[in-house]
Structure formats: structure tokens, C-alpha cells
């Protein structure tokens, strides 16, 4: 996108407990974290010296949600645009009001992928614990 458009900005979304990109881009480099977060398919217990140098230089900004905004997100997207997505895609839904909010003129576009759970996974996540 920033070849086509280099003004276009762009934003990482993680969920608390899988914030692997925050924790490198505050320290400088990658380091372990401990994932606590139920999105289990988000994050890893560190990100790659290569994806740190890549999101260094080309995002703008990596936002963290509550994971229960990434299952909000997940389930919005299947009733409002047909999408099938994990809440690991579905953070981004949180992650563009932030944007929006920050932003309100600005264009916005979701790249959503993913599909690593399933309906019995996401409608557990989206219950509230007993």
C-alpha cells in the first residue's frame, strides 16, 4: 500500500495479554512476553528481529484492545459484512474506532484474515464466564 499510496499509514492491533509487538517497539527489540490473552491465535511468545524491523519502518502505530473487543469485533463482522473471521482478525474492528476516533476524515481499510477457529470457539469467547 505505501508503495502505491506513501502517505497511507498504517496500524497493528493486538489484544492485552498478546502484546509481543508492543513490548519489542517499547524495548527497542524483540523480547519475550508471557501470553496471557484468550485470542490464543494472535500473538507468540515473541515476534521475529525481521517483522520488528518491518513494523519499525512501516507502521504507524500497534493499538491494544480488551480481548473482549477482538470476539465483539469477530462476531460484527460476521452479522454486518458476511465475514468469517477469528477474533484475532476481529481485534481489528476495535482497532478501526481507535482510528476512526483519532482520525474522522481519514479512509479507512481492514485487511482481515485468518481462520483459525471455529463457531464453537468464537460464540465460547463471546459468553460470559459462568
Do not use: F, K
Not at 506513501?6 to 508492543?22: L, N
Not at 519502518?57 to 480481548?67: F, G, Q, R, Y
Not at 459484512?81 to 483519532?102: K, M, N, Q
Amino acid at each position: 500500500m505505501r508503495a502505491l499510496l506513501p502517505e497511507t499509514r498504517v496500524w497493528g492491533v493486538e489484544t492485552v495479554g498478546a502484546e509481543a509487538m508492543s513490548a519489542a517497539l517499547a524495548a527497542g527489540g524483540p523480547v519475550p512476553v508471557t501470553i496471557t490473552s484468550a485470542i490464543t491465535t494472535l500473538s507468540a511468545p515473541s515476534v521475529s528481529q525481521l517483522t520488528y524491523d518491518h513494523v519499525r519502518e512501516l507502521v504507524h502505530d500497534v493499538l491494544v484492545v480488551p480481548d473482549a473487543d477482538a470476539v465483539r469485533g469477530s462476531v460484527e463482522l460476521a452479522e454486518h459484512a458476511g465475514i468469517w473471521a477469528e477474533p484475532a482478525a476481529g481485534c481489528l474492528v476495535a482497532g478501526a474506532r481507535t482510528v476512526v476516533a483519532r482520525h474522522p476524515d481519514a479512509p479507512l481499510a481492514l485487511v482481515v484474515c485468518g481462520a483459525n477457529a471455529d463457531v464453537a470457539d468464537v460464540v465460547g469467547a463471546a459468553r460470559p464466564p459462568a
